[in-house]
C-alpha cells in the first residue's frame, strides 16, 4: 500500500483560496488513481474530487465543480486539490486517498488513506 501525507490546510476567509497537497511514498505512485473527500463535524465523509493515474480524466461532486481543481505530479509523487471561491460549507477534514488503477468516488473503493488536513472557512 501506499503511505499519503497531506499539508496545506488553514484558516481563510470566505472567497479565498487554499491548495492542498497529498506526498506519496513509494515507487508506483502512477499505479494509482487518487482522490479526495472531505468530512464536516457531525457529517459523513463526502466524495470531493478524483484523479485517474494519468491526470487525463477527473471527476468532482457537484458541489465543488467550477470552484476546485485536482492535479497530480507523478514525478513528485504528488496530489493536489485548488480550492478557489471557498465558501464557509467547504469547512471540513480533508483526506486523500488511492487506489490501485481505475479512478473511482465511492469511499469504499479506496484502500489507502492520510491522516487529514483541516480546511476553515469563515464568513
Known amino acids: 500500500q501506499v503511505q499519503l501525507v497531506e499539508s496545506g490546510g488553514g484558516l481563510v476567509q470566505a472567497g479565498g483560496s487554499l491548495r492542498l497537497s497529498c506526498a506519496a511514498s513509494?515507487?508506483?505512485?502512477?499505479?494509482?488513481?487518487m482522490g479526495w473527500f472531505r468530512q464536516a463535524p457531525g457529517k459523513d465523509r463526502e466524495f470531493v474530487a478524483a484523479?485517474?493515474?494519468?491526470?487525463?480524466?477527473?471527476y468532482y461532486a457537484d458541489s465543488v465543480k467550477g470552484r476546485f481543481t485536482i492535479s497530480r505530479d507523478n514525478a513528485k509523487n504528488t496530489v493536489y486539490l485548488q480550492m478557489n471561491s471557498l465558501k464557509p460549507e467547504d469547512t471540513a477534514v480533508y483526506y486523500c486517498a488511492a487506489r490501485l488503477l481505475h479512478i473511482a468516488t465511492m469511499e469504499s473503493d479506496f484502500g489507502s488513506w492520510g491522516q487529514g488536513t483541516q480546511v476553515t472557512v469563515s464568513s
Open positions: 484523479i485517474n493515474w494519468s491526470g487525463d480524466n477527473t
Open positions: 513509494g515507487r508506483t505512485f502512477s499505479s494509482y488513481a
